[in-house]
């Protein structure tokens, strides 16, 4: 079963940058889909970028366009997020997912045949 670990979070200030890993077990040979997603307190978990291994096809949410990239480092077997122009509004706490139902569409949540990561929190002030 594939074991995903998120790092990278931390506290910045708006305007800052950072830099979310996820190393996993071969994910990049065996998911259908990589992502983030995000969850603030007292709100839904949302997507905000995908990946799609086999095309390298990506999907940002409309709240993070132009500011965060979604990569694979497939030699790493890392997902990377590179999140640029941080707001206060990014706040919340990242959990990246691999997804081997084929099929699946970014940004649902995904069922049973997907492994999450435990959470890296990213704070931003103002």
């Known amino acids: 079963q594939v074991q995903l670990v998120e790092s990278g979070g931390g506290s910045v200030q708006a305007g800052g940058s950072l830099r979310l890993s996820c190393a996993a077990s071969?994910?990049?040979?065996?998911?259908?889909?990589l992502g983030w997603f995000r969850q603030a307190p007292g709100k839904e978990r949302e997507g905000v970028a995908g990946i799609y291994t086999g095309a390298r096809t990506t999907y940002y949410a409309d709240s993070v366009k132009g500011r965060f990239t979604i990569s694979i480092d497939g030699a790493k077997n890392e997902l990377l997020l590179q999140m640029n122009s941080l707001k206060p509004e990014d706040t919340a706490m990242y959990y990246c997912v691999a997804v081997t139902a084929p099929g699946y569409t970014f940004p649902d949540l995904p069922g049973r045949l997907s492994a999450w990561g435990q959470g890296t929190q990213v704070t931003v002030s103002s």
């Open positions: 071969a994910f990049t040979r065996t998911a259908y889909c």
